[in-house]
């Protein structure tokens, strides 16, 4: 399943690409949560990388896509709903799959209640026991993606 542009720019957006250096090769860090990250999000081990621009973009992509898969795994309702589909799948790339499998967003999108759903993610800005500033702005960009209508 080939993510959207719209679920890329978002990504790329909200992860940012970090810890580039001078010569353009890209290393891992650790994230807010402190967990070892390169390119766009990616987790990985301190011993990762380098990588290049174009390593980020296929490990971008490649996320994307088991972010997507995962979040139409869990709730197939979603592939008929591309809006709702790209907010969910940035939430799983941020959270993982585990934390959306035993949300009540979950629980919410499966049974219809797409409102119900949409005042979930809120709730979801906090990163090592602490609200983060990034999340809630990330939080509501995503819940506003998810009530945009689209057709399905």
Same mark, same amino acid.
């Given at each position: 399943? @080939?993510?959207?542009?719209?679920?890329?720019?978002?990504?790329?957006?909200?992860?940012? /690409?970090?810890?580039?250096? +001078?010569?353009?090769?890209?290393?891992?860090? *650790?994230?807010?949560?402190?967990?070892? *990250?390169?390119?766009?999000?990616?987790?990985? *081990?301190?011993?990762?990388? +380098?990588?290049? @621009?174009?390593?980020?973009?296929?490990?971008?992509? #490649?996320? #994307?896509? /088991? !972010?997507?898969?995962?979040?139409?795994?869990?709730?197939?309702?979603?592939?008929?709903? @591309?809006?709702?589909?790209?907010?969910?799948?940035?939430?799983? =790339?941020?959270?993982?799959?585990?934390?959306?499998?035993?949300?009540?967003?979950?629980?919410?999108?499966?049974?219809?209640?797409?409102?119900? !759903?949409?005042?979930? =993610?809120?709730?979801?800005?906090?990163?090592?026991?602490?609200?983060?500033?990034?999340?809630?702005?990330?939080?509501?960009?995503?819940? @506003?993606?998810?009530?945009? *209508?689209?057709?399905?």
């Amino acid at each position: 399943m @080939q993510p959207p542009d719209r679920l890329l720019q978002l990504l790329r957006q909200e992860e940012g /690409l970090a810890k580039v250096l +001078p010569d353009g090769s890209i290393v891992p860090y *650790t994230d807010m949560a402190g967990y070892w *990250t390169i390119g766009y999000g990616h987790r990985c *081990t301190r011993y990762f990388g +380098p990588i290049d @621009q174009d390593g980020a973009e296929t490990i971008l992509v #490649a996320d #994307a896509q /088991l !972010a997507m898969s995962e979040a139409v795994r869990l709730s197939p309702v979603l592939a008929h709903f @591309q809006n709702k589909l790209i907010a969910v799948s940035d939430f799983v =790339f941020n959270l993982g799959s585990l934390a959306y499998e035993t949300s009540h967003l979950r629980k919410y999108i499966n049974a219809g209640e797409w409102q119900l !759903a949409a005042d979930e =993610f809120p709730k979801w800005v906090y990163a090592a026991h602490k609200m983060v500033e990034d999340l809630i702005k990330r939080r509501a960009l995503e819940r @506003q993606i998810f009530l945009e *209508t689209d057709n399905g």
